[in-house]
């Protein structure tokens, strides 16, 4: 077996270098795996007789631990593939449920793809548990989580509850891609007209879709600028 803590030896941490960050503590969390025996251990249990991999398991896996506590998409992403390869139901459902909940959407979305094409889980199944993993990242006020509550709903069908969603981002938060989600949805449910609208004229604060002055009454059209003449006013007065 060889000696997997050499590395560690000599090891100092400063902070009075530049560019710091603060993922250097997952050197620290490498090192106490090593120090406290939990990497040869690990290695010792998944060693097979007369098979000598060409990179020790232990060692792997450690790293591997370390890379996902320090947010690397890559090694979640590697992980899930054991898991599709290897892992049961139980086990990827419990990993999807850590991805959304810890805000890595991108990871969860393409390992539930691979899912669904391999036929475990119902595309309406994985919408419902991602709308519920979300929900208390939106309610914190993750605006992200938010629209992907809302891309999870139009799935699964629930297209009026995802445009309500898309809406008040809009108006409320200025949300841009919210925008151009609505546009979507709006081309995609039969209202490519509304959707040219949105593209022209934006929302009004109410959160409904513009319309051109052109295709507004005539009386709708005289209150407008009755009420542009009067914030003018009210301008003009504060400024003098």
């Known amino acids: 077996m060889h000696q997997l803590t050499g590395w560690s030896a000599d090891l100092r941490v400063s902070t009075d270098g530049d560019g710091v960050v603060s993922m250097v503590g997952v ?3 490498r090192m106490l795996a090593d120090r406290t025996g939990l990497t040869q251990a690990i290695s010792v249990i998944l060693a097979r007789p007369g098979f000598h991999p060409v990179h020790d398991r ?75 993993w979300l929900r208390p990242r939106a309610a914190a006020g993750d605006l992200h989580a938010t629209a992907e509550i809302a891309m999870h709903l139009c799935v699964s069908g629930q297209i009026d509850e995802a445009e309500r969603i898309y809406r008040h981002l809009a108006v409320t938060h200025g949300h841009e891609a919210a925008i151009a989600c609505l546009r979507k949805l709006l081309t995609d449910h039969g209202r490519p007209d509304e959707a040219e609208l949105l593209k022209r004229h934006g929302l009004t604060a109410a959160g409904r879709t513009a319309q051109a002055w052109s295709s507004l009454s005539p009386s709708r059209m005289l209150t407008l600028r009755k009420r542009g003449v009067r914030a003018k006013r009210r301008s003009s007065n504060t400024t003098s």
Not at 60 to 86: K, P, Q, W
Not at 92 to 111: K, N, P, V
Not at 119 to 131: M, Q, T
């Open 58 to 132: 232990g060692r792997v896996l450690t790293d591997m631990a370390c890379a996902i506590a320090a947010g690397h998409d890559d090694a979640i992403d590697e992980l899930a593939s054991l898991l599709l390869d290897e892992g049961g139901p139980e086990q990827i459902d419990e990993l999807l449920r850590q991805l959304t909940e810890a805000g890595h959407d991108s990871s969860a979305y393409f390992l539930a793809l691979d899912i669904g094409e391999r036929g475990h889980i119902s595309v309406d199944e994985r919408a419902d548990r991602f709308i519920e």
């Open 27 to 29: 050197a620290a969390l």
